[in-house]
Every structure is written in structure tokens, then in C-alpha cells.
């Protein structure tokens, strides 16, 4: 129920300005990517957490089709360093918090408009435990995750979940960024010890 009101509110504030024409609005990512196709628009705001993947998946799909588009990322949880580096990386303009006012984020959506770039002022927290920084993963990150824990070559996950090898290497990266991890031995470990609740 927040989340519906954050967006209500989000949009009521967005049909405000006349300067600003609203080409939709989708609950999933694969309805954004559809409805990205039918419509150019100039910003994109995403959520991080989505009902069927995460917003940097969707945004990277989006930017690789519309180069111009200007992505504003919402995330409902601080953002690293580590993390916000690959946002910026994958080409997002903007990451802000969900806690934000409603008019900061306004402010923040004509800002990327004009091209430029947004990070926010994200309190600096203590680096999460491993258990809460895994439960944040998107599914398909959990499920990479568990995938390469279980010593499965790069080639094999690919052909399982029917991406390619290049994007799995990108889960593996995101993963090992999110987690704080640098090599694989430390993912193993951590999923042997942590079998019940890295599964849920």
C-alpha cells in the first residue's frame, strides 16, 4: 500500500506541470520495456525492486534501446558506493530514496532532464551483513547466485536460465558487488553456511 501511494503521489505531483507529458504507467518491468516500445519518452523512473526483476535490468534494457533516455532509479533501500558505481556505470542519471520527499524527487526528475547527473545524499551506513545484503538481491540475482554456489560453470547457468554468458558474468559482478564478496569461494561459503535462509 505505500508503495501505490508513493506512485499516486509521485504521478499527481509529476500531471502538475504542463511541461511534463506522462506516457504511462506499468507495474512490471517486462510491461516498461513494452511500453518503452510504443512510446520515446525522455525520463524513465524506475523502481530498484520490481514484481519481476529489478530496475537496473530493466534500465540496462531500456538505455540499450534509447541511449538518450535519462533513468531515474528509486531505491527503497542506502545505496552503497559499490552499488551506485554500477548504477552510474550502467548509465542511470539519478538514484534516489524512496523516503525523499515527493517534490525532491520532482526536483531530481527535471534535473536529469536536462542531461545531468544525480546521486542524492545518501546517509553513509554501516555496510549491511552478507544474510540482509543477500535477501535485497532480485530473484534472478538470488537464483544466479545459488546457481554458481553449486560450482556450475558460467556456459551452463547461461544455457539454463537462456541468457548469455555475458550477461551471467554481469549477475556475478552485481552479486559479488552487493555482497561485498570478491571471490567465488567466499559466495560457496557463505551459501553452505547460510543454506535455509539464502533459500527463502
Not at 530498484?48 to 531505491?75: C, F, K, R, Y
Amino acid at each position: 500500500m505505500g508503495q501505490r501511494l508513493l506512485r499516486d503521489s509521485l504521478l499527481f505531483q509529476i500531471l502538475l506541470h504542463d511541461e511534463v507529458e506522462l506516457v504511462g504507467e506499468s507495474e512490471t518491468g517486462v510491461a516498461t520495456l513494452n511500453r518503452l516500445k510504443r512510446a520515446t519518452p525522455s525520463v524513465l523512473l524506475i523502481e530498484e525492486n520490481l514484481q519481476d526483476n529489478d530496475g537496473l535490468t530493466i534500465a540496462e534494457h531500456a538505455l540499450a534501446v534509447n541511449p538518450s533516455l535519462s533513468v531515474l532509479l528509486i531505491s527503497d533501500t542506502p545505496v552503497s558506493s559499490g552499488r551506485m558505481a554500477i548504477y552510474l556505470e550502467a548509465g542511470i542519471k539519478a538514484v534516489v530514496s524512496k523516503d525523499q520527499p515527493v517534490q525532491e524527487l520532482i526536483k531530481t526528475l527535471f534535473y536529469i532532464r536536462n542531461g545531468q547527473v544525480y546521486v542524492g545524499n545518501w546517509q553513509q551506513e554501516p555496510a549491511p551483513a552478507a544474510m540482509l545484503a543477500y535477501q535485497a538481491l532480485s530473484g534472478r540475482e538470488r537464483e544466479v547466485a545459488q546457481l554458481m554456489a553449486s560450482r556450475l560453470p558460467v556456459r551452463d547457468i547461461a544455457g539454463r536460465l537462456g541468457v548469455s554468458c555475458k550477461t551471467v558474468h554481469s549477475y556475478k559482478d552485481r552479486i559479488f558487488v552487493k555482497l561485498g564478496f570478491e571471490r567465488l569461494p567466499e559466495l560457496i561459503l557463505f551459501m553452505q553456511r547460510h543454506q535455509h535462509g539464502a533459500a527463502e
